[in-house]
């Protein structure tokens, strides 16, 4: 599918319409400022990222919750060497949602373990293939190695507590389950979309990025984190067609805006999902909302709605 006439540059509005100081604090990434050291921003950005979804106001302190656990260690990456079960158990009175502290408790000893054997940025760049169309295969099989982890940290538990030990990756709990989701399973997997972005993209330089660019990997291969809102206003530009919240549809997402950006197809992220988050979209059509949008001429809903004849935006669910 073709991407309409001008989309380049009316998300470039879209963008620039967005205040840097407003792109950080509106993204869990300033939780991160507190850290100056790579192997400690990477690995909170892991616990951030895993908890970036639903309310801001309710996961940014459960985030900054689970930080203070591991600065209370020296910081992340201290509270992950020398590991033991009993480390985790900080973390035990935490919950978001449906991630209890269990959760986070396994997802810090299946990183502490992996982290062992060859520190993160290490392994993701090391699963990076050139000859691969996006980042998608290379965190697959990183997130393959975080479940074996996850496994032996939940059979360390359960052989501590004097528990059966869990049979399999079946058997864990549901919420560190959907922390460790895969790509080749079908998931968006979103939120470690959402984390590559921040280690692999480099900041913008008119000041206030919210990336960090510390790995050496590509930001062409980057797969947007898609949300409902990024889904959503994907379909009224013509980047996808497809009503499912699958990690296929966020290749096509990405694919599209390639098209337009080799080089930094992710640039607008952030500015759609702002554009949906901040109530600046709604999907209603209406002069209070759509003449001040930067997107008002490539938007199919807007002209739908106009009664010009173009198709609306696919049905689509909203996804985790
Ligand atoms: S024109 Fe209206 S419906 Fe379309 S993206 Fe803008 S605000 Fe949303």
Not at 142 to 170: F, H, K, N, Q, Y
Request: glycine residues 10%.
């Amino acid at each position: 599918m073709g991407a309409p006439d001008g989309l380049a540059d009316a998300l470039d509005a879209l963008l620039a319409g967005t205040a840097p100081a407003d792109r950080l604090a509106a993204d869990p990434l300033h939780l991160l400022a507190r850290y100056t050291a790579h192997e400690d921003i990477a690995l909170a950005a892991v616990f951030v990222s895993a908890l970036s979804f639903g309310r801001v106001a309710a996961f940014l302190p459960v985030a900054s919750a689970v930080l203070d656990v591991a600065d209370a260690h020296g910081g992340p990456a201290a509270y992950l060497r020398g590991w033991t079960p009993d480390r985790g158990d900080g973390l035990l009175p935490l919950q978001h949602r449906w991630v209890r502290g269990v959760d986070l408790a396994l997802l810090a000893g299946a990183l502490a373990r992996a982290e062992a054997a060859q520190p993160l940025g290490a392994r993701v760049v090391a699963a990076w293939r050139p000859d691969e169309a996006d980042l998608g295969p290379a965190l697959d099989r990183v997130i393959l190695t975080l479940r074996g982890a996850a496994v032996d940290e939940a059979r360390a538990r359960a052989e501590r507590a004097g528990e059966a030990a869990p049979a399999g990756w079946s058997a864990l709990p549901r919420g560190l389950r959907s922390l460790l989701c895969r790509p080749a399973e079908g998931s968006a997997c979103k939120r470690w979309c959402m984390f590559l972005r921040w280690m692999v993209r480099l900041p913008d330089p008119q000041g206030g990025g919210v990336d960090l660019g510390l790995w050496p990997l590509p930001a062409s291969a980057l797969v947007i984190p898609l949300d409902t809102h990024v889904h959503r206003l994907a379909g009224y530009l013509g980047l996808t067609t497809r009503g499912d919240g699958s990690f296929r549809t966020a290749q096509e997402i990405t694919a599209a805006l390639r098209r337009l950006r080799p080089d930094d197809p992710l640039r607008w992220d952030f500015a759609l999902a702002h554009h949906g988050i901040s109530g600046a979209c709604t999907g209603e059509v209406s002069p209070r909302r759509c003449d001040p949008c930067a997107l008002r001429l490539q938007c199919a809903n807007r002209r739908a709605a106009a009664g010009d004849g173009l198709a609306g935006p696919p049905d689509r669910t909203e996804r985790g």
